[in-house]
Nanobody, 120 residues
Framework: QVQLVESGGGLVQPGGSLKLSCQAS????????MSWYRQAPGKQREGVAA???????NYADSVKGRFTISRDNAKNAVYLQMNTMKPEDTAVYFC??????????????WGKGTLVTVSS
């Protein structure tokens, strides 16, 4: 069984920084992509950033230049460094990973989310 656990959420002032972490554990043969999504109150979940096994990254236009996604393949972990934060970044942030838990069987896994609030 595979689990993803996020950490690092909290309250930050506009212009401030926060770093999220996500740790994958369990029966893991390999991890393809690892991503961060977020869902603000009353809005649909949206993709924020993704990083692939080869290190390639994608970002939503709204966070380009402010957020940086990284991963540690040895630790099965992904991180999201958030800088110059804005009130509109307030949301529950979810970790997602495409994981090979058994040979040639890749599945989507989600964490339970961590709340990020940007407010003065």
């Amino acid at each position: 069984q595979v689990q993803l656990v996020e950490s690092g959420g909290g309250l930050v002032q506009p212009g401030g920084s926060l770093k999220l972490s996500c740790q994958a554990s369990g029966s893991i043969l390999s991890i393809n992509s690892m991503s961060w999504y977020r869902q603000a109150p009353g809005k649909q979940r949206e993709g924020v950033a993704a990083i692939f096994y080869n290190g390639n990254t994608n970002y939503a236009d709204s966070v380009k230049g402010r957020f940086t996604i990284s991963r540690d393949n040895a630790k099965n972990a992904v991180y999201l460094q958030m800088n110059t934060m804005k009130p509109e970044d307030t949301a529950v942030y979810f970790c997602n990973a495409v994981i090979e838990a058994s040979e040639d069987a890749y599945m989507d896994y989600w964490g339970k989310g961590t709340l990020v609030t940007v407010s003065s």
